[in-house]
């Protein structure tokens, strides 16, 4: 069983930046895609970016390619999501999820474990 913890959120005038974490409770972390994924107030969750288990390879939404990256460090076991630029509607709870099978993946439902989330909250 892996357990997954974000921190890192917050309230952010626009324009500001946030540093999401994903800390894992398993050694092997590097063996794992991971996936961020939000759920803005009232709608569904969508997918924001992944990165793969094997190699840096990465995958952005629309919405946040060019302003959010996604990386590892293995050695902290945790997986990073850096946010510029932020907007009003980038107000949600973030996840992080992730899986020791998938490569890259947008979809939630293929992730099998999960944290509890990080309210990010940008004010205009």
């Known amino acids: 069983q892996v357990q997954l913890v974000e921190s890192g959120g917050g309230l952010v005038q626009a324009g500001g930046s946030l540093r999401l974490s994903c800390a894992a409770s398993?050694?092997?972390?590097?063996?794992?895609?991971v996936g961020w994924f939000r759920q803005p107030p009232g709608k569904e969750r969508e997918f924001v970016a992944a990165i793969g288990r094997l190699g840096p390879n990465t995958y952005y939404s629309d919405s946040a390619r060019g302003r959010f990256t996604v990386s590892r460090d293995n050695a902290k076991n945790t997986v990073y999501l850096q946010m510029n630029s932020l907007k009003p509607e980038d107000t949600a709870v973030y996840y992080c999820?992730?899986?020791?099978?998938?490569?890259?993946?947008?979809?939630?439902?293929?992730?099998?474990?999960w944290g509890q989330g990080t309210q990010v909250t940008v004010s205009s």
């Open positions: 398993v050694r092997t972390f590097s063996n794992y895609t």
């Open positions: 999820a992730a899986d020791s099978w998938l490569i890259l993946s947008m979809k939630g439902d293929q992730y099998d474990y």
